[in-house]
């Protein structure tokens, strides 16, 4: 009886590495299981579901984080693991775990959707270059930042004249200077991208004044100067509000007055003042002198 | 010996200065957020003036620490005015399923690379790229779920409000 035990136990001796191995083998396969179960892409697109195999038998807590989610569930081993497409719209990283083994990976964002615009600003001299500024942010339906180049259309157009120029997006982003037109109004400044489109107004307002010209008559208060209706080079009336500078000199020293332009002209008056210098200017615009002689 | 010390500390930070300011960089320090080095010398179409490279240094790094904070400790509220926009919605939507499903997250915030890589030439908008060195963890309750120590590129978009800039967009990527 004791040499029977006694060979049974040689036997298991003898058997100590194989069965080692076999011990290792199955650890071996059991990390290989968690890993085949973690087996995600790198990458997905946005609003793309996932699909995850996994192999063994039993439950296990599966983990998912990213932007805009949170999720702890159990989940059945040896079935697919379904994450829904609405938990992985947010462009991001996300963390997956699933009772100890992890892996991460990136939701990209799909195709361009819809864009943000910005134009500035609201009020643009006329026939003045590089003055309207147009910028374009793209994104995919879900509001990620769309990474990948874009096309994007810049459309400027005013009084029938229209002027177009085609940006590519780096980083998300695409910009444009554009010149204004000639004549004053508003003008439709529209940026689209693919079937994306927005739309903002432009004013075109009059430039500065190109000239200046001033009349002096003598008025029960002292002087009255007038200007000719005011115009920026390119015939734009100059609107009502910009500020003339008119200025008397006489051996008294100077006397000024800042009166606004209203329905395309401005007046003031001056104190009478024989052999006064009158002067008029607008912003770097200086206009014609008057000698002013009593009469 | 303490003179030595705090002699050599300063020769220390001396050097440090010059060589940050030479590579153009700024690190930045908010109230307890974490290290911001902000590199502007590729910004375009505009160019970032020294005031406005210290502000959105400080206010990105701040925005880290509301962000960790919240995350942290699951609430919402944290986030203030740093966040807005779908930062904010996408944000709150974690912290809120964090919430329901017990988790949280907690970083150990080593530092950020920030590039400029866009200002609207109107001086509204900003994009950066972000490197940032992350140690994080996942936590069930008080179970450590996941943890990791890695580096994260991150496309943020900032928009400047009345006396700051906040963070509109945070979208990690798998690179530049």
């Given amino acids: 009886m004791i040499q029977v035990f006694r060979s049974a136990s040689l036997e298991a001796v003898r058997k100590l590495p194989d069965l080692l191995a076999m011990l290792l083998a199955i650890c071996w396969l059991s990390i290989g299981a968690y890993a085949a179960q973690l087996n995600v892409p790198a990458t997905l697109p946005a609003g793309s579901g996932l699909s995850i195999p996994t192999s063994g038998r039993g439950h296990a807590t599966l983990y998912l984080v990213g932007p805009g989610t949170a999720i702890k569930r159990q989940v059945q081993l040896g079935q697919n693991i379904e994450i829904s497409p609405d938990d992985l719209k947010n462009a991001g990283r996300y963390v997956i775990s699933l009772d100890g083994g992890s892996a991460t990976f990136f939701v990209t964002a799909a195709a361009v959707s819809s864009i943000t615009f910005l134009a500035r600003p609201s009020r643009v001299p006329a026939e003045t270059p590089n003055v309207i500024f147009g910028t374009v942010f793209v994104f995919d339906k879900y509001h990620n930042l769309v990474l990948q180049p874009a096309h994007v259309k810049f459309d400027v157009s005013s009084n029938g004249a229209s002027v177009t120029r085609t940006e590519i997006t780096k980083n998300g982003v695409a910009f444009v200077k554009l010149d204004s037109s000639k004549k004053e109004g508003p003008a439709q400044f529209i940026a689209s991208s693919g079937n994306a489109s927005m739309r903002r107004v432009v004013q075109e307002v009059a430039s500065d004044p190109c000239s200046i010209r001033m009349s002096a008559q003598p008025d029960k208060n002292g002087i009255l100067v007038q200007t000719d209706p005011i115009h920026d080079c390119a015939g734009n009336p100059v609107p009502d509000g910009t500020i003339v500078t008119f200025t008397l000199t006489d051996a008294k020293g100077k006397s000024t007055v800042d009166a606004r332009i209203k329905r395309g002209v401005a007046e003031a008056q001056l104190p009478s003042s024989d052999g006064a210098t009158i002067s008029v200017a607008s912003g770097v615009v200086v206009g014609n002198e008057i000698q002013w002689r009593e009469r | ?176």
Wanted: hydrophobic share 45%.
């Fill in chain 2, 1 to 176: 010996m303490k003179p030595l010390r705090l002699i050599l500390t300063a020769a220390f930070l001396v050097w440090a200065a010059n060589v940050l300011a030479e590579k153009n960089l700024d690190p930045v320090l908010a109230a307890g957020g974490p290290a911001v080095a902000l590199n502007v010398e590729n910004a375009t179409p505009r160019k970032v003036e020294d005031t406005t490279r210290m502000a959105m240094a400080r206010d990105y790094s701040a925005a880290w620490a509301t962000m960790a904070e919240a995350l942290e400790q699951n609430r919402p509220e944290l986030l203030g005015a740093n966040f807005i926009g779908d930062a904010k919605a996408t944000l709150t939507d974690t912290i809120d399923a964090q919430r329901r499903s017990n988790l949280h997250q907690h970083f150990i915030d080593k530092g950020h690379n920030v590039e400029v890589v866009f200002y609207s030439p109107e001086g509204s908008a900003i994009e950066l790229h972000d490197t940032a060195q992350l140690e994080l963890q996942l936590l069930d309750g008080s179970k450590l779920v996941h943890s990791e120590d890695t580096t994260v590129h991150y496309v943020v978009l900032l928009t400047a409000a009345e006396n700051s800039w906040n963070v509109r967009l945070l979208q990690a990527v798998p690179g530049f």
